[in-house]
């Protein structure tokens, strides 16, 4: 399936960047690098959906845990969050969506499958066609993944977050705008998740990367590291 029309590129302010950080009580949960990001005016006067949650909804492992508790978390927040992923074809993938519809979190596109990502062309038609987005958070980013989230993120001035182990990070130097963190091994309390889901909802509530980035580390205490 095709994207949509070939779209010129804002020109983007100087760049703010952050060395590596953690969530204290946890070496080494996360680290950013490169933010750099102009926010746009709305595509539509009327607020829908502003934060986008990309991600994989399977019963097993830290990606299909993290994405949904990312999506849960930003929602109670008051953001207006839709879901974008993969789901199980079965009683777990049922299972996922319900959990979704509980928290208040809309499943924009959903592809009940049984692969472990969402195909890169269908990524981008959602981008394409949901207004307003403010805020694009990538859990266990593909690299396939990246482009159609940047592209967004560089057309609409939408905040662009890549939560990725260092192992399979993929290559952020063609986006520079985005925030990129390492989640830790386990997150029990959901902290992690909390922290993404609060940075997602100022950046979707109109404060730049930056800004969005001080307030969040401040109010959930985390500290810089060299």
Same mark, same amino acid.
């Given at each position: ?7 010129? $590129? ?89 959990? $979704? ?23 981008? $038609? ?33 905040? $662009? ?66």
């Amino acid at each position: 399936m095709e994207g949509g029309a070939d779209r010129s $590129l804002p020109p983007l302010p100087a760049s703010c960047t952050r060395t590596r950080w953690y969530l204290r009580g946890d070496p080494g949960a996360m680290f950013v690098r490169s933010t750099r990001l102009a926010l746009a005016p709305s595509k539509r006067s009327v607020r829908l959906p502003g934060v986008i949650v990309v991600g994989f909804l399977g019963a097993a492992g830290r990606d299909g845990t993290l994405a949904l508790e990312v999506a849960r978390r930003a929602a109670a927040t008051g953001a207006r969050v839709e879901m974008v992923g993969v789901a199980p074809p079965d009683a777990t993938g049922d299972a996922r969506l319900l959990e $979704l519809a509980a928290a208040g979190v809309g499943h924009a596109t959903v592809v009940r499958s049984g692969a472990d990502r969402i195909d890169a062309a269908d990524l981008d $038609l959602a981008l394409h066609y949901l207004p307003d987005i403010r805020a694009i958070v990538l859990v266990g980013a593909d690299a396939s993944l990246v482009a159609p989230a940047a592209a967004e993120s560089g057309w609409s001035g939408a905040g $662009l977050v890549l939560v990725s182990s260092k192992d399979t990070a993929p290559d952020t130097g063609a986006v520079p705008q985005a925030i990129v963190l390492e989640p830790p091994a386990t997150d029990p309390d959901g902290t992690f998740a909390g922290f993404v889901a609060a940075l997602a909802a100022r950046l979707d509530a109109g404060q730049d990367p930056a800004a969005a980035w001080r307030a969040t580390a401040s109010s959930l205490a985390v500290d810089p590291v060299s």
